[in-house]
């Protein structure tokens, strides 16, 4: 295998306390098939998802995924696509020889944003982005900014300009001849959003995460069905193991009380009072 895919992208919960929580999704494959007229299948695809405190613990998950299934050694190119949030970029420096590259779907919204109001610029500004052409794309820019006149919209083509300059890296590595492009606003979809945000509902932190791990535990081809029968499986095994050292401990305790008993120096004298009576009749109990 000589190219491999990484894409990331989150999606936007309700939370129940109010704000939003974002589930992290990360899926690596080894590109796409066509298995119809517009619609595109990825080969050997694995997801992972849920509530990470940090990106850290989500790009362990993914390296050792990496490093179980391929000779790394023998991968010549990794593209790491997404967004360009820093929790994104932070996987470039877990995945060794990865190069990042900006999602065209964010790209694009942030052309839109730029020159919505001057459709006319808009030509301009994709053929400067296709050409590599930095200097006049500023330029443009600066253009756009001077003839706009409300301030609202000045600062989201101010907005714009800084999203797409400070990505200026990831949006080069599009043009690389085996880079085939990012599907992860679709999967985040499909994936997460069909089940968390596409409902009036409100979630906690923990039924978020819960829910994200089980809906990439699908998309990996698990079922449902088995992974709860396992789950009661272990948890009838857990409480048996849990009643054996119950046992165990309850048997020690009484082989010690009893050892101890057997030392009392009450017993030993033979002198019969009511107490002696009672310890040697518990003595063999």
């Not at 890296?169 to 492009?181: A, K, L, P, V």
Request: include cysteine; charged fraction near 30%.
């Amino acid at each position: 295998m000589k190219v491999l895919f990484v894409e990331a992208d989150e999606d936007h919960v309700a939370n129940q306390k109010g704000g939003c929580l974002e589930p992290k999704l990360v899926y690596v494959h080894e590109g796409k098939v066509q298995v119809g007229k517009d619609r595109w299948e990825l080969i050997n695809a694995r997801y992972f998802s849920g509530m990470y405190s940090n990106s850290d613990e989500l790009w362990v998950e993914v390296v050792d995924y990496l490093d179980e299934a391929y000779d790394m050694d023998k991968v010549e190119k990794i593209y790491l696509s997404g967004d360009g949030a820093r929790w994104i970029r932070n996987g470039v420096g877990w995945i060794k020889g990865s190069t990042y590259v900006l999602d065209r779907y964010h790209l694009s919204k942030y052309v839109t944003v730029a020159t919505g109001h001057m459709p006319y610029a808009k030509s301009f500004m994709w053929e400067y982005i296709n050409k590599g052409d930095k200097e006049n794309l500023k330029e443009l820019f600066e253009g756009i900014i001077g003839e706009t006149e409300h301030e609202t919209k000045k600062r989201a083509v101010m907005e714009a300009r800084t999203y797409i300059l400070n990505n200026w890296d990831g949006i080069r590595n599009q043009y690389q001849t085996d880079c085939i492009g990012c599907s992860a606003e679709g999967h985040v979809s499909h994936i997460l959003s069909s089940r968390l945000s596409s409902r009036p509902l409100g979630w906690c932190r923990t039924g978020v995460d819960q829910m994200s791990r089980l809906r990439a535990f699908q998309a990996n081809g698990g079922k449902v069905y088995d992974l709860f029968i396992g789950q009661k499986k272990e948890s009838k095994r857990e409480s048996k193991r849990i009643q054996i050292d119950k046992a165990v401990v309850r048997n020690r305790k009484l082989a010690a009380s009893r050892e101890t008993i057997g030392n009392l120096t009450i017993l030993n004298t033979g002198k019969k009072t009511w107490a002696y009576e009672f310890l040697k009749s518990i003595r063999h109990a």
